[in-house]
């Protein structure tokens, strides 16, 4: 599992980093398609945004905007005021209107599942357009509606933009037989951590668990080879043109990380259809393809290793509109014949996180 570098920025952590919007993306949908579905999109959030939460939103949007940031922190609860000084969040605050500037828009989403699931607090977030950034805003008020959390974090950029579906028919890179854990996946961040960044938005990370336990490791987990997925044979889901090939990066120990190395041993295929796939963490040394060679679907193309920024074996794979990944936007990915948690049988069909998958 790893991301681009970003800076997630909880209110108790006085630095940010506002990511770019999309540039754009390739071919796969009409303009007026593209419209039409954000359009559905900005309505179901408006008819799903609670009262109390778009008033409150409504007041904070003009208590900032007039540079009234104490006054925000009066609806604060004793909660988040004994947990962070009242000095610190109004700090943080400003220091955000001076770098970003007023709030020029701001807009419901969704509410956050995976927050709700651990807290009583609901957290609610929205879309917000400041004069020289954007962010996702993340506002939890408590049963007197006061202000009771608040998260300022990059954008999930599956939320503000339709979704677009691979050209490239993929299979799964799996050997037939072999049943993988989707540890992440999905189109939101309590699926998938990936959609804060604009190339991985739409990225896999697999492991293999125990059937029984559910664990990814036998013994204590302190070596790569206690990991069910070390050294599993990795297969091309789809054929075309090897592009990039990296396969020199040490494995690291279970645990650890190797950041300054994002993607570890890896390779990136040019499919057929433009797309580039990338297949990362590979094992140091057991990738078997070159740059330049052409693949067909099923071609061996190394082990699962643990290199890069990666705390544990395991396969990453996205699909992106064009090879760097600086620039790249990243492509939901639909597999051919497989079957979902060993009883249903999918065609065309996008694993979310939980989900066990493998060939039909």
């Not at 800076?7 to 796969?28: E, H, S």
């Not at 690291?252 to 580039?276: C, D, F, K, M, W």
Request: glycine share 6%; net charge neutral; charged share 25%.
């Amino acid at each position: 599992m790893f991301r681009t570098p970003i800076f997630i920025l909880v209110i108790f952590i006085c630095t940010f980093l506002a990511c770019d919007r999309p540039t754009g993306i390739k071919k796969l949908a009409s303009k007026n398609l593209v419209e039409e579905a954000f359009r559905e999109k900005i309505l179901w959030q408006q008819e799903n945004e609670p009262e109390a939460y778009r008033n409150f939103v409504e007041e904070y949007k003009s208590l900032f905007n007039e540079n009234r940031i104490e006054a925000i922190f009066d609806r604060a609860s004793s909660s988040l005021l004994n947990r962070t000084p009242r000095e610190r969040l109004e700090s943080f605050l400003s220091t955000i209107r001076k770098d970003y500037g007023q709030i020029d828009s701001i807009r419901f989403k969704y509410f956050d599942k995976k927050y709700q699931r651990r807290n009583a607090t609901y957290l609610a977030v929205y879309y917000v357009q400041y004069q020289y950034a954007t962010a996702d805003l993340r506002i939890g008020l408590n049963d007197s509606l006061q202000l009771d959390k608040t998260i300022l974090v990059d954008n999930n950029f599956n939320e503000d933009l339709p979704l677009f579906k691979n050209q490239t028919a993929l299979n799964l890179p799996f050997e037939k037989g072999e049943e993988w854990y989707v540890l992440w996946g999905g189109d939101t961040e309590d699926l998938n951590y990936h959609v804060t960044s604009r190339a991985q938005k739409n990225a896999f990370d697999f492991i293999i668990r125990h059937p029984f336990n559910h664990k990814s490791f036998q013994g204590n987990g302190e070596a790569n080879t206690d990991y069910y997925a070390f050294n599993r044979r990795i297969l091309t889901p789809c054929s075309g043109k090897v592009v990039t090939v990296v396969n020199d990066v040490k494995d690291n120990i279970p645990g650890t990380r190797n950041p300054e190395q994002l993607t570890g041993n890896s390779v990136i295929i040019e499919t057929e259809a433009g797309e580039y796939l990338l297949l990362a963490h590979l094992k140091k040394g057991s990738i078997q393809v070159n740059v330049n060679e052409q693949l067909h679907a099923g071609q061996y193309i190394g082990l699962v290793g643990n290199s890069g920024n990666s705390t544990e074996p395991h396969l990453h794979m996205h699909l992106m509109d064009e090879k760097d990944m600086e620039r790249a936007a990243g492509i939901k990915m639909y597999f051919n014949d497989l079957i979902i948690d060993g009883v249903s049988e999918a065609r065309n069909y996008s694993p979310i996180r939980t989900n066990r998958v493998m060939h039909k």
